[in-house]
């Protein structure tokens, strides 16, 4: 079993729709989880860092359940520039990360 | 621009051969992870250095190593290369602990 599952998707969004995913992990005693993007053949790139409370950063909302060991992005008012992969994030300990597979998301005009 | 520099950007080699990547951390951050990322896939967290010392290792076999210099910047080896080992090979540099990792723009390696 893969220690960060996501669905890979894609997700075809329409341009200012809203498009919400989630992923689960395996570690219950992962203590950081992150949002990373991806743009085709790029480096990946800090989006959000995810908290218990949720946090919200522009557009974009994450939001983390321990119970259930699941984290979520909502992506508001999708723009063309949104698609890319987006990749849900694991600490596993001081910085080693556990990276899932990715979820593409398309924005179409 | 992440301040985190990899050499080189692309790389053919044939199986059996050996291949050095190399990575050149942000200034002040004494933290380099190498990940392995193939198509299609996430990233897979190669192993972690710290201060010049391995601080951690993912499920890769002892033909990838690693070394950490002085100045932070590290590099990658890797002895026998397979056709499987054909990746995009990404180092991320820090400060360590939970701090934010910082991508350089990674080395894509084919094995043909």
């Known amino acids: 079993r893969k220690e960060v599952e996501q669905d890979p998707g894609p997700f075809n969004v329409p341009e200012g729709a809203t498009v919400a995913f989630n992923c689960t992990y395996s570690?219950?005693?992962?203590?950081?989880f992150f949002w990373y993007r991806q743009d085709c053949r790029k480096e990946p790139k800090l989006l959000m860092s995810?908290?218990?409370s949720g946090n919200e950063d522009g557009r974009f909302t994450a939001q983390l359940n321990r119970a259930s060991q699941y984290i979520s992005l909502l992506i508001r008012d999708s723009k063309l520039s949104d698609s890319a992969t987006y990749l849900c994030?694991?600490?596993?300990?001081?910085?080693?990360?556990?990276f899932g597979a990715g979820t593409q998301v398309v924005v179409t005009p | 621009e992440t301040g985190v520099t990899q050499s080189p950007t692309h790389l053919i080699k044939t199986r059996g051969q050996q291949v050095t990547l190399r990575c050149s951390s942000q200034?002040?951050?004494?933290?380099v992870s190498w990940y392995q990322q193939a198509l299609g896939q996430g990233p897979q967290f190669i192993f972690q250095?710290?201060?010049?010392?391995?601080?951690g290792r993912g499920n890769f076999p002892p033909r990838f190593s690693g070394l950490q210099f002085p100045n932070y910047s590290s590099e990658l080896n890797v002895n026998a290369l397979e056709l499987d080992d054909s990746a995009l090979y990404l180092c991320?540099?820090?400060?360590?602990?939970?701090?934010?990792?910082?991508f350089g723009q990674g080395t894509r390696l084919t094995v043909v």
């Open positions: 250095y710290y201060r010049e010392e391995e601080n």
């Open positions: 991320a540099s820090s400060l360590g602990g939970d701090d934010e990792a910082f």
């Open positions: 570690n219950s005693a992962s203590q950081s």
């Open positions: 994030v694991v600490d596993d300990s001081w910085g080693k990360l556990q």
């Open positions: 200034s002040g951050h004494n933290t």
């Open positions: 995810v908290y218990s």
